[in-house]
């Protein structure tokens, strides 16, 4: 498993989706407040609707942008909390093809295409 992932995340049908080949993942939703942090996250980002870059790591990395913390499993899946936004986000099961297990934290950077 790569130590730094990347994926691209676009709307469709009005929801925040990505694909990703190398997992066996297309038009993978987020769902359960996951799209709002989403919402937030882009909102500097000019047409971030037609995609825009997702960098993702359970190490801190130069240049993220902020960090999740695991705050509980449900449904196969795992809630993360937002501190910069105070809300949290569920992220499901579609996370473990990205680690080995739910990471205490997860740190993020978006920037545009």
């Known amino acids: 498993m790569n130590s730094i992932n990347i ?17 066996g993942l297309v038009q993978e939703p987020f769902v ?6 989403i919402d937030k996250l882009t909102e500097s980002i000019l ?10 790591s ?9 960090y999740l913390e695991w705050r509980r499993e449900e449904k196969s899946g795992n809630w993360y909390y937002s501190k910069e ?3 949290e ?17 997860i740190y993020l950077k978006v920037k545009s295409i």
């Open 32 to 37: 359960s407040g996951a799209d709002a942090l």
């Open 85 to 87: 936004f105070d809300t």
């Open 7 to 23: 994926i691209k995340p676009y709307k469709y049908l009005g929801m925040w989706v990505f694909d990703d080949k190398k997992v």
């Open 47 to 56: 047409k971030a609707e037609n995609g825009f870059i997702l960098i993702f």
């Open 89 to 105: 986000g569920w992220l499901c099961p579609a996370l473990l093809k990205y680690f080995n297990k739910a990471p205490q934290k």
């Open 58 to 66: 359970e190490i801190d990395f130069p240049d993220s942008h902020l």
